[in-house]
C-alpha cells in the first residue's frame, strides 16, 4: 500500500510571503488523514512547522502518521525551509514517540498551574513592587539578549536567535514598561533587589515571560518566592491560570516549577532539514 500526501487546496501565500497548505493523507488514494503544512510565523519563509498531522482512528498503527511526517519533510524542503517544527500536546505519547523516532529534538514545554483565589504569602523579608522607568531599560537590554542566547544554545542560527528575540520584544512590548496588561515587578528581600518578573494577563490567564534571580543571590530560593509573586499578581489580575515555557535541559527551573505544581501542556520540537 503507499500512502501519500494529496493538496485539498491550492498553495497559500500570504503578502508577506508566508506558506501553508492543507493535505489529506491516502492510502492508494483512500483519505485516513490529513496534515496542515506551513511556514513559521514567527522565523519566517526558512522554517516550517506542521500544524496539524492527525491519522483517523481505524488507520493508526500502521505507519501512516511516519509516513505522513516524512512526507511533509518532503515538501517543507521543496518550500526552502532548512528546519521544520512541532507541538506535541501533553498525554500524547504516542506522536511524542513519533517525533523523537524521526529525530525531532524538544526544545521546550508549556506548562500551566491551576491558581487559587487567595494569592500566597512571600517569604519573611521578600516583598514585591513595580519595576521603575530607570530599571527597565537595562533590564530590557539585558532580556534581549539573554532570551537570544537561549534560542542559539538550542540550535538556532545566531542571526536568527537575535533577530527572533528582538521582534518578540518589539511585539509584545509596543509601549515599553507601559504596554497594556504586562506587568513588570522587582523582588526584594531584606530592602535588596534580588531579582525581576515579567508576568502578561492574556484572555482568562496569565503567562511568566521572564523570571530571574539576580547573579549574587541564586541558590537561596528567590525564584520560587518570584514564581508566588506571579501567582499574586495573576490572582490579583483575576486569572485563574498561570502559564510559562521551560527550555529542555533547565533542569532547576523544571524541578522548581513541578515543585510548584505546574504541569506540562505541550511539547515544541524542531528538525533540522538535511
Same mark, same amino acid.
Given at each position: 500500500?503507499?500512502?501519500?500526501?494529496?493538496?485539498?487546496?491550492?498553495?497559500?501565500?500570504?503578502?508577506?510571503?508566508?506558506?501553508?497548505?492543507?493535505?489529506?493523507?491516502?492510502?492508494?488514494?483512500?483519505?485516513?488523514?490529513?496534515?496542515?503544512?506551513?511556514?513559521?510565523?514567527?522565523?519566517?519563509?526558512?522554517? +516550517?512547522?506542521?500544524?496539524?498531522? &492527525?491519522?483517523? =482512528?481505524?488507520?493508526?498503527?500502521? !505507519? #501512516?502518521? /511516519?509516513?505522513?511526517? *516524512?512526507?511533509?519533510?518532503?515538501?517543507?524542503?521543496?518550500?526552502?525551509?532548512?528546519?521544520?517544527?512541532?507541538?506535541?500536546?501533553?498525554?500524547?505519547?504516542?506522536?511524542?514517540?513519533?517525533?523523537?523516532?524521526?529525530?525531532?529534538?524538544?526544545?521546550?514545554?508549556?506548562?500551566?498551574?491551576?491558581?487559587?483565589?487567595?494569592?500566597?504569602?512571600?517569604?519573611?523579608?521578600?516583598?514585591?513592587?513595580?519595576?521603575?522607568?530607570?530599571?527597565?531599560?537595562?533590564?530590557?537590554?539585558?532580556?534581549?539578549?539573554?532570551?537570544?542566547?537561549?534560542?542559539?544554545?538550542?540550535?538556532?542560527?545566531?542571526?536568527? +536567535?537575535?533577530?527572533?528575540?528582538? &521582534?518578540?520584544? =518589539?511585539?509584545?512590548?509596543?509601549? !515599553? #514598561?507601559? /504596554?497594556?496588561?504586562? *506587568?513588570?515587578?522587582?523582588?526584594?528581600?531584606?530592602?535588596?533587589?534580588?531579582?525581576?518578573?515579567?508576568?502578561?494577563?492574556?484572555?482568562?490567564?496569565?503567562?511568566?515571560?521572564?523570571?530571574?534571580?539576580?547573579?549574587?543571590?541564586?541558590?537561596?530560593?528567590?525564584?520560587?518566592?518570584?514564581?508566588?509573586?506571579?501567582?499574586?499578581?495573576?490572582?490579583?489580575?483575576?486569572?485563574?491560570?498561570?502559564?510559562?515555557?521551560?527550555?529542555?535541559?533547565?533542569?532547576?527551573?523544571?524541578?522548581?516549577?513541578?515543585?510548584?505544581?505546574?504541569?506540562?501542556?505541550?511539547?515544541?520540537?524542531?528538525?533540522?532539514?538535511?
Amino acid at each position: 500500500m503507499t500512502t501519500t500526501l494529496r493538496p485539498t487546496e491550492p498553495l497559500q501565500r500570504t503578502a508577506d510571503g508566508a506558506l501553508s497548505r492543507h493535505y489529506q493523507v491516502c492510502v492508494n488514494s483512500r483519505p485516513v488523514g490529513a496534515v496542515h503544512l506551513s511556514t513559521s510565523t514567527a522565523y519566517g519563509a526558512g522554517v +516550517a512547522q506542521i500544524a496539524d498531522l &492527525r491519522i483517523e =482512528e481505524p488507520d493508526r498503527g500502521r !505507519g #501512516r502518521g /511516519t509516513v505522513a511526517a *516524512l512526507a511533509a519533510e518532503e515538501v517543507a524542503r521543496g518550500w526552502g525551509c532548512r528546519r521544520i517544527e512541532l507541538r506535541v500536546p501533553a498525554g500524547a505519547d504516542t506522536a511524542l514517540r513519533l517525533a523523537v523516532a524521526l529525530g525531532y529534538v524538544h526544545r521546550n514545554r508549556g506548562m500551566e498551574k491551576p491558581l487559587g483565589a487567595t494569592a500566597p504569602r512571600l517569604p519573611e523579608g521578600s516583598r514585591g513592587r513595580p519595576m521603575t522607568e530607570a530599571e527597565y531599560l537595562p533590564w530590557l537590554e539585558h532580556g534581549v539578549a539573554a532570551y537570544a542566547q537561549e534560542w542559539a544554545d538550542r540550535g538556532v542560527p545566531e542571526d536568527e +536567535a537575535w533577530a527572533r528575540s528582538r &521582534r518578540d520584544h =518589539e511585539r509584545l512590548l509596543p509601549q !515599553g #514598561r507601559s /504596554t497594556e496588561n504586562m *506587568l513588570f515587578s522587582v523582588l526584594e528581600q531584606d530592602g535588596a533587589r534580588v531579582g525581576t518578573l515579567w508576568v502578561a494577563i492574556i484572555g482568562d490567564k496569565a503567562f511568566v515571560y521572564e523570571v530571574e534571580t539576580d547573579e549574587a543571590f541564586r541558590g537561596r530560593g528567590h525564584g520560587r518566592s518570584l514564581m508566588l509573586l506571579a501567582e499574586a499578581g495573576a490572582i490579583a489580575a483575576g486569572k485563574r491560570v498561570l502559564g510559562l515555557n521551560v527550555f529542555a535541559g533547565n533542569t532547576p527551573a523544571e524541578r522548581l516549577y513541578a515543585s510548584l505544581g505546574y504541569l506540562p501542556v505541550d511539547y515544541s520540537m524542531y528538525k533540522n532539514l538535511l
